[in-house]
């Protein structure tokens, strides 16, 4: 019994495969296996680390160093809100501070009710509408305190759904197939290439007249 | 003002609302670029670009055509395309991954070309949802269209684009941490040397790392010829480039203008630009290029956007992100954000780096909370001496990778030019801007 769905599991083979080396696809996995459980569950890690040939430890010791994976359960949405300079400027900590109000929980925690995560974001390179928002990574604008409030609503109310999906940067992402042409096909052609160029520019210096002829 | 009438290289699409869509992309040109240098050698490739000067757009403005001569002759090459963009308030690459994500991806297939690599990844900040849908959108429809793939456009070339996403870390945009996550670790720089991943870079191998925008520019130079784009700018500085500009301006956003013919001053306050400090406010201190650089005062607004003449001034253009404070800016808040980032985004490896970052953060975090002591400026100037010795500009190198010599630029800025603001908040425990 695999954790990834079959669905799942056919994407996280063709991941692997367009690259050299398997490893590489570690990061896009957990971004897979956030996008079906929410967060990155033991049993996940233990999947990819099987799919890519690293140990489980290994896995979870990549993940925990970047911000976007989630070795603990997070909100059905992550709110993040940019208090990097540009979005300082704009009035953002003034913001975080409503949200924290509002929501009634601390930038980093998630509300009671598993709707939402705060997040005390960097920057998003959203600065020109500042302060930047976003919620599960899609933009939702330099914002009010009542626009904010707005979203909150919106968000509980389940009215964002086409535009914010749940979880996983690659939820709409597919690649119309693997990898076209044969690696070794490749290396034989670039070092045909190679040997050419080479002939090419010793040509190139010989009718010069170069050298200490 | 001077806005000259420079062609937009980069931007030129993005005026239409389906700018990203391959029908609008072949409709306005897409592509012929590829096919013209497909009709081409390499080398001669190469050599325009080599031609046109162009400076890499990531933030070191090393130049394109350079680097690409030191990639070492090996039967397995790869492009590894910087799409990491995580110095705060830039905001550049990201416009040209949504908004023109053909553009990036002709511009890489010529560089895959003119190097003869075996492979190119686009890493793209994973954080960029949109971007990632829109740029294997396009990617699938490049393949489709032949421009991509076995035998493109029948040249007998081929070669696959992988689109790769990070998953959130300042560090992965040096291009050692870059290429480490790529690899499937943790983002740790690697120890220099070797100092160019031309010589060992992806799993060993050599490789060029080159920024989304320096790639978005390499079409136009194809079809237009290096000698033209050198003609534009001035000096090393030539072309155009993209500029983020954000903080107290009417208008923030991503602009191209034409190298060293535009200043500081011309950005802020054209109306096609900037369109100047809301109500009118006089500005304090504004960073010309990312939290890594130092800061520059309103006087320095009429050196001309260059990147030898802002070097020359004390600071650097690097990421091309520009951000204004004006009169109402608290310096001591400004300065504490910048070191909060570069605390949290530290990967630890260095300890002047880890410990700095962590140090100058606390004592920033009370100056500004009303707790800060007498002894604190000295203290700051002291910590930051100590990750970067002498506190020279461009910074002595203490560590494995730039992050931590570069934490020094705000807070050295700040105290350098707003001293007695420091004090203030010192003496009476509160901000005596509001
Ligand atoms: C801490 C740090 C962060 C960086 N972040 C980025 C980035 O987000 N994007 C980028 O293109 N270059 C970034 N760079 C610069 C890269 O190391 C590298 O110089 C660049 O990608 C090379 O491309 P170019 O020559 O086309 O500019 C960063 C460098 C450092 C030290
Ligand atoms: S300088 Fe800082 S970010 Fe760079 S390698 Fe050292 S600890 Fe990591
Ligand atoms: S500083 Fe907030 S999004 Fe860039």
Redesign the interface.
Known sequence: MTHFSPDMAARARELVSLYPEPRSALIPLCHLAQEQDGWLRPEAMEEIAGLVGVTAAEVRGTATFYDMLHTEPVGRYLVSICTNIACLLGGAEELLAHAERTLGVRAGRTTPDGVITLEDAECLAGCDRAPCVTVNHRYVGGLSADAFDQLVADLRAGRRGDEIPAHGTLVRVRRNGGLRVEGAQVAAERAAMSAAQADRARAAHDASGAGDG | MAVTDAPRIVTSRIGYDDSFTLERYLSTGGYEALRKALAM???AVAAEVDAASLLGRGGAGFPAGRKWSMLR?????YLVVNGD???????K??LLVERDPHQLLEGVLIATYAL????AFIYL??????G??RL?HA??EA??HGA???DIFGSG????V?????????ICGEETALLE???????FPRIKPPFFPAAIGL?GQPTVVNNVETMSNLPWIVLHGGKAFAALGEGRSTGTRLF?????VRR???YEVEMVKTTFRDLVYAPVYGGGVPGDREIKAF?PGG?SAPWFGPERLDLPLGQDEVANAGSMLGSG?I?V?DST?CMV??AW??TR?FA??SCGQCTPCREGSGWLERVLRRIEHGGGRDEDLDLLLDASDNIAPGLTWPPQQTTICVLGPSIPSSIHSAIDMFRDEFLLHVKEGRCPVG
């Open positions: 050698t390499p080398e002759r090996d039967p397995v090459t963009e995580s110095e705060p308030a830039t905001f690459d990201h003869q690599v075996t492979r900040r994973g954080e960029f949802a949109l990632l849908e294997q990617l699938n393949y489709d991509v793939g076995s070339f081929s070669v696959d992988v689109v790769h996403p990070g998953a959130g870390a300042y996550s790529l690899e499937g670790k943790r983002g799993y983020a500009l954000s903080g107290h923030p956003g991503t960073i939290v992100a951000t404070m800016t808040r400004a954000r910048i980032f949290r985004e």
